[in-house]
């Protein structure tokens, strides 16, 4: 019986979901369209704390410097934060000061 309650949370979760996407009201012409730059044409560094160990930081370390090479203005900092626990905690904490705060987790 615990699949069907697995499957029946998933497809609740699912129909919310596009519920959510289907009354969302998109114009295409948001400021935010206008602020991504389509080049970067200045150095630019970003700083992404992750919780990522093993083959996954493995990865992650590979897939960032085939992105430094194709974007060569755009330094990435890779910082790891322990494990996804720690993370989560140092985000909530360092929201006091929200100049301290990574670009992406």
């Given at each position: 019986?615990?699949?069907?309650?697995?499957?029946?949370?998933?497809?609740?979760?699912?129909?919310?979901?596009?519920?959510?996407?289907?009354?969302?009201?998109?114009?295409?012409?948001?400021?935010?369209?206008?602020?991504?730059?389509?080049?970067?044409?200045?150095?630019?560094?970003?700083?992404?704390?992750?919780?990522?160990?093993?083959?996954?930081?493995?990865?992650?370390?590979?897939?960032?410097?085939?992105?430094?090479?194709?974007?060569?203005?755009?330094?990435?900092?890779?910082?790891n934060q322990g494990s996804y626990i720690d993370l989560?905690?140092?985000?909530?904490?360092?929201?006091?000061?929200?100049?301290?705060?990574?670009?992406?987790?």
């Open positions: 019986m615990k699949i069907g309650k697995k499957l029946i949370t998933f497809a609740v979760a699912g129909l919310a979901l596009v519920g959510t996407a289907a009354c969302s009201k998109n114009t295409g012409n948001s400021d935010a369209d206008e602020k991504i730059p389509a080049k970067i044409n200045k150095k630019t560094s970003i700083v992404f704390w992750h919780g990522m160990h093993g083959a996954q930081e493995a990865t992650l370390k590979q897939l960032t410097n085939e992105f430094e090479k194709k974007n060569p203005n755009v330094k990435v900092k890779l910082e989560q905690g140092k985000l909530t904490s360092t929201m006091q000061s929200p100049k301290n705060l990574p670009t992406i987790t």
